[in-house]
RNA sequence: GCUCGUGUGGUGUAGUUCGGUCCAUCAUGACGGACUCUCGAUCCGUCGACCCGGGUUCAAAUCCCGGCACGAGCACCA
């Protein structure tokens, strides 16, 4: 064995230490050309962008930025009755797209201002027989559709098909009477694809087009037409979307077009939050459960921004987690990690008091200041210099008869009077959190706390607090200014 | 019911294409310690996983077969 080893030594030394394996850092090449690259993220503007929207904007501008590709960003704003736009989310949109992605999406497009090619696109496929307008109901359809049977309307003529048609667009043909299907084959083994439905009649307004147009594509002819016309090659999508890959497939041949590389990622949850949807959330905020799309309970894009994450944390949790067709459930805590690394170098240090109680210095010779660092490793340097005078504060959960107020001295409690003791450290006592009287001023910090929201009363120091920046409170952790008034300073929690 | 997808530590991920370099990577977490004038940061250490059962093979997280579990689609929502 030892003639062994020797003798590995000599000609082959690598063969003797293995090495360990390394996990690959980054997200995983696209499958398929690369050479231009063009991506598309579309949600429904029903409202502002969600923890879960957050995913598509942070993989798909990655990839763009990967290979030099681009980003449709594209409102899929078909629907006027189930989940109706939201006239102001656009801007929401694109504003979270901007805080998030770090830039504007290359191009900008709404559904419901290309109407007239999708519109086109359906009259073409009735006129070459590969679309029929259906008249039946949805439950006959569904007989239909799991006894793998032709409706009855399949069988019509072209001309038939494109007099019906002509009686949807012009809003002769009323809501629910009619829709148009690709007409694909009743006995495909998924049911999914059976004669899948392209178009419907909606008669309620669009708030950007208003009553312009009574028929309005569904998603997956939408968005099948809209991919093409953009000349989109990778779609990266969840996996509930599988079955529209396959429904637009066979549209796709149908047009002889290329279909793009599709990409699944599976279903998020996280733990905090549990499942939750866009149009969930509106209804909680109309019957007032919150108080808005900022509400810090929420996992809204802007309730992160209004609680101090940066977007950064956000990119970097994505990626993390990658492109995965597993459901997964991601804990809040992951995120909140990311977070403090990138702000504990950057955010200065205050003082925050939380259920305070008063204290007398009974010593004659007080110190007229106090000076704390701005950061303890000296990431920020300077220091920030407290007035003293003969009342401090300190939490009353942090009352004991010997503690030491952190960065001035040890002392000694009684009652409500204290004696300095020592100013330099002189042994293990707590060190505790405290204010003077003259940096004291009065706050409010509020902090989510599931289905609640607490508001903590406390005195926070009166140091350069600006209005939206954000501190590491010491032994509380970070949180952000919202508003600095002569009465009452505002702090929203954000995490340890 | 039909169709589709996924199963690696508490959580998330690498490795699975082309079996060996994997007594399985990294992060987060928990626990312990060092350091520190924060319960923060930093540093060190520990814990903990290949869904199950067969098969092929000298060798299986990786290939094959069969189970099981979980999720999704079958909307005139996206």
Redesign the pocket.
């Known amino acids: 064995m030892e003639a062994v080893i020797q003798e590995l030594e000599s000609f082959a030394p690598e063969a003797l230490s293995?090495?360990?394996?390394?996990?690959?850092?980054g997200l995983?090449d696209l499958p398929g050309s690369t050479s231009k690259v063009v991506l598309r993220f579309?949600?429904?503007p029903?409202g502002p962008l969600t923890l879960g929207h957050s995913r598509g904007v942070v993989i798909n501008s990655a990839y763009a930025e990967k290979y030099e590709g681009k980003v449709v960003l594209r409102f899929?704003?078909?629907?006027t009755?189930?989940?109706p736009p939201l006239i102001e989310a656009y801007d929401w949109i694109i504003e979270d797209y901007e805080w998030l992605a770090g830039k504007s999406p290359d191009v900008i497009i709404k559904?419901s201002e290309r109407m007239p090619v999708y519109l086109d696109h359906a009259e073409k496929m009735i006129s070459e027989g590969y679309g029929y307008v259906c008249?039946?109901?949805?439950e006959e359809?569904?007989k239909f559709?799991?006894q793998k049977k032709n409706c009855p309307c399949r069988e019509n003529t072209i001309s038939d098909n494109l007099d019906e048609w002509g009686a949807m667009i012009s809003g002769k043909t009323s809501?629910?009477?009619?829709?148009v299907r690709v007409k694909t084959n009743m006995n495909l083994?998924?049911?999914?694809?059976?004669d899948?439905?392209a178009l419907?009649?909606?008669h309620t307004p669009h708030p950007l087009v208003g009553k312009k147009y009574n028929v309005?594509?569904?998603?997956?002819f939408?968005?099948a037409i809209e991919d093409h016309e953009q000349g989109i090659t990778h779609i990266i999508r969840?996996?509930?979307?599988?079955?529209?890959t396959?429904k637009q497939s066979i549209l796709y041949d149908h047009f002889g077009w290329n279909y793009p590389e599709p990409i699944?990622w599976?279903?998020v949850k996280v733990?905090e939050f549990g499942g939750f949807s866009t149009?969930g959330i509106l209804s909680s905020i109309n019957s007032g459960v919150f108080s808005g799309w900022e509400d810090p309970r929420l996992p809204t894009l802007r309730a992160f921004r209004r609680r101090g994450f940066d977007s950064q944390s956000l990119r970097e949790l994505w990626r993390?987690?990658?492109?995965?067709?597993?459901?997964?459930?991601?804990?809040m805590?992951?995120l909140?990690?990311?977070n403090?690394?990138i702000l504990?170098?950057i955010t200065e240090?205050r003082s925050f008091v939380q259920g305070p109680i008063k204290l007398q210095i009974s010593d004659e010779e007080i110190p007229q200041e106090v000076y704390?660092p701005l950061?303890?490793?000296g990431e920020i340097p300077g220091s920030r210099g407290w007035k003293m005078g003969n009342i401090v504060y300190i939490?009353a959960?942090?009352l004991a008869p010997s503690v030491?107020?952190?960065?001035?001295?040890d002392v000694k409690i009684t009652e409500t009077s204290l004696k300095i003791e020592s100013?330099?450290?002189s042994d293990d006592r707590?060190?505790?959190?405290w204010l003077p009287e003259q940096m004291a001023r009065n706050a409010i910090l509020v902090v989510p706390d599931g289905e609640k929201v607490n508001e903590v009363a406390g005195l926070v120091e009166d140091f350069n607090i600006e209005e939206g920046s954000i501190y590491?409170?010491?032994?509380?952790?970070f949180a952000k200014v919202e508003s600095v008034s002569e009465e009452i300073v505002r702090l929203i929690w954000l995490h340890?």
């Not at 083994?189 to 059976?194: I, Q, S």
């Not at 309005?216 to 997956?220: A, E, N, Q, S, T």
Request: proline content about 7%; hydrophobic content about 25%.
């Open positions: 293995r090495e360990k394996h390394k996990k690959i850092e995983k579309a949600p429904n029903n899929d704003d078909t629907d009755r189930i989940k559904a008249r039946c109901h949805v359809f569904r559709r799991e809501e629910g009477e009619a829709v083994p998924n049911p999914a694809l059976r899948w439905p419907r009649i909606q309005w594509p569904l998603l997956d939408q968005s969840g996996k509930d979307l599988m079955d529209s396959r699944y599976g279903r733990h149009s993390e987690i990658g492109l995965t067709q597993k459901d997964i459930s991601v804990s805590q992951t909140e990690s990311f403090s690394k504990d170098p240090r704390c950061h303890p490793d939490q959960d942090d030491r107020l952190k960065d001035f001295a100013e330099k450290r707590p060190i505790i959190n590491q409170f010491e032994r509380v952790g340890k």
